[in-house]
């Protein structure tokens, strides 16, 4: 591949449309949590693919673009999603998180029955290719692989909040099933399942203060 550059020039916004579009935003995105109980309620189904879409405009190491999105309705598949990851968490809840992991759980009311697995409408299943693997069978590496992906879902979870739709960031670990019950090649890695729909009518989420401006933000 060569470098092939061609002009990038998108318009300036006035100070103020700028201000106010990143303002609503925030107010929008302060609103988001982490949803663990889902009405069945259908969702518009563009709505998820656009906010997909939104994720794969993610930057990524060296441009690999190093994920894939498995967009799962099936209520059969669902449902044994949720089988083999409750087996996964049973065994993590019993002990293999350690003392200290479920001390940091606590506050969060998480056990190891996961019903938002099968009673979201989606899961979108993240994959991380850990390398490309082209048409000869050969075996390329890819670059920053975590953080290409972990900024893609960012932009997931964004879009997903600006279409009015609930999300959780759910990692039962190990994951390995995940590739296998969904068929993916052996470059591919899980790196999270995010049922997606609307929060049930009697959702409740953990109480949980967010740092402020102040506490996260240096200025030099
Ligand atoms: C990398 C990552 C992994 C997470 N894994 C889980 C998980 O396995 N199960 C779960 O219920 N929540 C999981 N969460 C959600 C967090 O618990 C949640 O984001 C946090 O408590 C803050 O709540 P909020 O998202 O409502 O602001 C995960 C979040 C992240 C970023």
Redesign the pocket.
């Known amino acids: 591949m060569t470098y092939h550059p061609v002009p990038y020039r998108p318009a300036r916004l006035p100070a103020a449309e700028a201000t106010s579009n990143v303002a609503e935003l925030r107010q929008r995105m302060e609103q ?3 949803v ?1 109980m889902f009405s069945p309620d259908p969702v518009p189904e563009d709505a998820v693919l656009d906010a997909i879409a939104v994720a794969s405009t993610a930057p990524s190491g060296a441009h690999q673009q190093p994920w894939t999105f498995v967009l799962v309705s099936d209520p059969e598949v669902r449902r044994t999603i949720r089988e083999a990851a409750e087996a996964e968490e049973q065994i993590s809840y019993d002990g293999r998180l350690g003392d200290e992991w479920l001390e940091a759980l606590r506050p ?1 009311g ?1 056990d190891a029955v996961k019903p938002h697995l099968t009673d979201a409408p989606y899961l979108i299943v993240v994959f991380q290719q850990r390398f490309t693997l082209d048409s000869g069978g050969g075996v390329h590496k890819n670059y920053y692989v975590d953080e290409s992906v972990g900024i893609a879902v960012g932009m997931l979870l964004t879009a997903l909040q600006v279409a009015g739709l609930a999300a ?5 670990s190990p994951m390995r099933f995940l590739g296998e019950l969904l068929g993916r090649p052996r470059n591919e890695r899980a790196f ?1 399942v995010i049922p997606v729909g609307y929060p049930a009518d009697d959702c409740v ?2 109480d ?1 203060r ?1 740092k402020s401006l102040d506490e996260v933000l240096v200025r030099i």
Do not use: G, I, K, Y
Not at 168 to 172: A, F, I, K, V, Y
């Open positions: 988001r949590r982490s663990r969060l998480t959780l960031t759910h990692t039962p999270a989420v953990p949980l967010r």
